[in-house]
């Protein structure tokens, strides 16, 4: 090894941001209109006001991750990208909570057309936090010659 960082793709680095940036937005929102992550909440998550304030700065704190120059913090992206990763994972029952109970948000309920998609997409969220991480490069690794 030359002592250099691999060039990132152009791909990678823009669903990188892309990422960072919904979840900066995700966890600015857990911070100030917390109801809506309360209301999903399943009910045997103790503090759920307390959990959504946490998973707010999570949110924040893995997008900053994600954003930190490799050459200043190379263990920071990865981190990052498990973080959000685990993040996803445990999240996961409030997004089923809200598909199941038809929790209304806002007045309004969402139905199937949300939900489905949704719940879907969540191995795919869970996925593309490892891969932006730097984590995995299934299924894009190519073969050793």
């Known amino acids: 090894m030359n002592g ?18 919904a979840y900066a937005f995700a966890g600015y929102k857990h911070l100030t209109a917390p109801a809506g992550f309360v209301a999903i909440t399943p009910g045997w998550v103790p503090d759920a006001v307390m959990v959504v304030w946490l998973t707010g700065w999570c949110e924040i704190a893995g997008a900053i991750g994600l954003l930190t120059p490799r050459r200043w913090m190379g263990w920071a992206r990865p981190a990052a990208g498990i973080g959000l990763a685990l993040y996803a994972l445990c999240v996961w029952p409030a997004n089923v ?8 948000l806002g007045g ?22 490892l891969w932006v991480g730097g984590v995995t490069e299934w299924p894009f690794r190519r073969p050793r010659s």
């Open 108 to 129: 309004t309920h969402l139905g199937w057309w949300y939900h489905g998609p949704r719940l879907a997409l969540q191995p795919v969220i869970i996925w593309v936090a």
């Open 4 to 21: 250099t960082l691999p060039t990132e793709s152009w791909a990678r680095r823009i669903t990188r941001w892309l990422l960072a940036i």
């Open 97 to 104: 909570n809200h598909a199941l109970n038809d929790i209304p």
